[in-house]
């Protein structure tokens, strides 16, 4: 008997609906649903709830084979809510930005690096580059805060939304002719997309 068929067997013995048991262990009836359907396994944290809820061992709910693919899909989302940690940490540390002097400005026949604060450049280049710097900081904050409260749905997205705001930053900083920032932005990119090609 497949894992699926257990836990509807279980659950019907216990007279419960797919809505009482995702109440009693905490989860969405989707969860349920999909688990019973043989559409996907449970992470290994539910499988411990199942386990201690129905008074089953957890060798008894799944075979040899589905008791390893579920820890490698275990294994698999905790290596991308780790990634999705270290993009909100590359974002969040790109305030740095604002405050090293990786910004020419031209004085005279020479061209000296300040800081964006210094820059005397046209006040809208000013006010959106800190504007940008901004957004993308608070966004990593979002991400750090989201990677402990979620399971991962949320977290696939914001991986996506990183990269786009990322690039979109990589772009300007091209078109506004500032090598250093865009050098530096784009290595930052680059590890990201690494990162990802890698952990997935």
């Known amino acids: 008997m497949e894992f699926n068929e257990k836990l509807q067997d279980l659950r019907k013995r216990n007279n419960l609906t797919q809505e009482q048991l995702s109440q009693k262990l905490h989860i969405s009836r989707t969860a349920v649903s999909k688990w019973e359907s043989g559409r996907g396994f449970p992470n290994i944290e539910a499988l411990k709830n199942i386990s201690k809820f129905f008074c089953v061992p957890i060798d008894q709910l799944l075979s040899g084979e589905e008791l390893l693919d579920a820890a490698e899909n275990d294994n698999n989302a905790r290596r991308l809510r780790f990634l999705s940690l270290i993009f909100g940490i590359y974002d969040f540390m790109l305030i740095s930005f604002i405050f090293l002097p990786l910004y020419g400005e031209r004085v005279g026949d020479y061209i000296r690096m300040v800081n964006l604060l210094q820059l005397a450049?046209?006040?809208?280049?000013?006010?959106?580059?800190?504007?940008?710097?901004?957004?993308?900081?608070?966004?990593?904050?979002?991400?750090?805060?989201?990677?402990?409260?979620?399971?991962?749905?949320?977290?696939?997205?914001?991986?996506?939304?990183?990269?786009?705001?990322?690039?979109?930053?990589?772009?300007?900083?091209?078109?506004?002719?500032?090598?250093?920032?865009?050098?530096?932005?784009?290595?930052?990119?680059?590890?990201?997309?690494?990162l990802l090609i890698r952990k997935t």
Do not use: M
Not at 145 to 169: E, P
Not at 176 to 188: E, G, I, K
């Open 121 to 194: 450049h046209d006040s809208w280049v000013k006010t959106s580059t800190f504007i940008l710097f901004i957004t993308i900081c608070i966004f990593g904050i979002i991400e750090i805060i989201i990677h402990f409260f979620d399971n991962g749905r949320i977290q696939r997205g914001l991986r996506g939304t990183s990269l786009v705001i990322h690039s979109i930053a990589v772009l300007a900083f091209t078109a506004t002719r500032d090598p250093y920032v865009s050098a530096f932005l784009f290595l930052l990119l680059l590890s990201k997309i690494i």
